[in-house]
């Protein structure tokens, strides 16, 4: 009993661990100002389960980067985000033997901290205003698959949701490995 409890423990830890350590990757990569069609996917694996973390510019997303202002804005942006919440299955494709659910997506538009990029260094908050405004989409979802995840593979369907976004680069951090890769047009894979 008390080494199942131990191991438990364990488990808990290694999760918080793993995800801490890819959101501070993404916080990293982040500090750099955005690319237009360009994503970012962080992929947090444990076991027979994953996180999947999606990042792109609003402007490769809902077409615009500005806050949603008049009904035309506000439609597109509700499109937008129900599409991520709804197929983020489609977009990260876990391998259909490993029989993965995906929970829906938890998603938000997010101003910018302009204030990080190296372009808005010595500007005041008027002249960054005037720069025009930076949002990005985020995603997440919870994965949970019969199988466990360790040697497969993920393919993408982003490009084919978002045609916009031409490029994804994506890093996976499980409890055995980290790996990286940038898919092209959907084009390309990642092993777990």
Not at 150 to 178: C, M, N, W
Request: charged share 30%; net charge neutral; glycine share 6%.
């Amino acid at each position: 009993m008390n080494c199942a409890r131990e191991i438990k423990v364990a488990l808990v830890g290694l999760t918080i661990g793993v995800s801490c350590a890819v959101a501070l990757a993404a916080e990293k990569r982040h500090s750099e100002a955005h690319v237009h069609g360009v994503a970012e996917i962080n992929i947090a694996v444990e076991g027979s389960k994953a996180d999947v973390e999606f990042r792109a510019p609003a402007e490769s997303v809902m077409g615009f980067e500005h806050e949603a202002r008049n009904e035309s804005d506000k439609n597109k942006r509700d499109v937008a985000m129900r599409t991520l919440q709804t197929k983020m299955n489609q977009m990260v494709l876990f391998d259909p033997k490993l029989s993965c659910k995906f929970s829906e997506a938890k998603t938000a538009v997010v101003e910018e901290n302009e204030e990080r990029s190296k372009e808005s260094h010595g500007k005041t908050a008027q002249e960054l205003k005037k720069a025009g405004e930076h949002r990005e989409v985020r995603a997440t979802s919870s994965v949970a698959c019969d199988k466990p995840l360790a040697g497969s593979r993920v393919t993408f369907g982003v490009y084919k949701i978002f045609p916009e976004i031409h490029e994804s680069k994506v890093q996976v951090l499980s409890d055995t490995k980290q790996s990286g890769a940038t898919i092209k047009k959907d084009q390309g894979e990642v092993r777990l």
